[in-house]
């Protein structure tokens, strides 16, 4: 798995997270779970941007 497909995958599991926190009403994981959708989203855009680069 290279790393595109991993930031994918945790862009994938992330998001279900925080469906799953917002059904639940868990503001506080819902929060957790945007927060780290946010950042596997950044990282995934700056890798893409520096294989472009390259």
Do not use: C, P
Not at 10 to 16: A, D, F, G, P, R
Not at 24 to 45: I, Q, S, V, W
């Amino acid at each position: 798995m290279g790393q595109v497909e991993f930031y994918e995958k945790m862009i994938e599991l992330w998001s279900s997270k925080s469906r799953e926190a917002s059904e639940r009403a868990d503001l506080a994981a819902f929060e957790f779970a945007e927060g780290e959708l946010a950042n596997y989203r950044e990282m995934l855009k700056r890798h893409l941007q520096t294989k472009s680069v390259e």
